[in-house]
């Protein structure tokens, strides 16, 4: 083998060992971001009615397995009238 291998093998090394010490460095932020995350995310399952939680499961079921436009459900859907409403009040505030 020659030095200009060695070089390039010596290289990819370091450069996986970056990657991994970046990837287990976010992997930590994530965990924490589930951990500080749950507690309002329980408060919040728990506030709804459960029949909108099982229709949202069922239209979740279907858009991981059919993709395309049934993912528009992770949309944010706002109400028209109320959204006007709070731009009108806001604005004669």
Do not use: C
Not at 16 to 32: M, S, W, Y
Not at 66 to 73: A, F, T
């Amino acid at each position: 083998m020659d030095l200009v291998n060695i070089l390039f093998l010596i290289t990819e090394v370091i450069n996986h060992d970056r990657t991994v010490k970046t990837l287990l460095k976010k992997h930590k932020r994530a965990i924490k971001g589930i951990s500080d995350t749950k507690p309002p995310f329980d408060e919040l399952t728990h506030s709804l009615d459960v029949e909108k939680i099982a229709i949202w499961e069922n239209d979740e079921k279907k858009a991981m397995e059919k993709r395309d436009k049934y993912l528009d459900i992770y949309q944010l859907k706002i109400d028209q009238g109320n959204s006007s409403l709070l731009l009108s009040s806001a604005n004669n505030g």
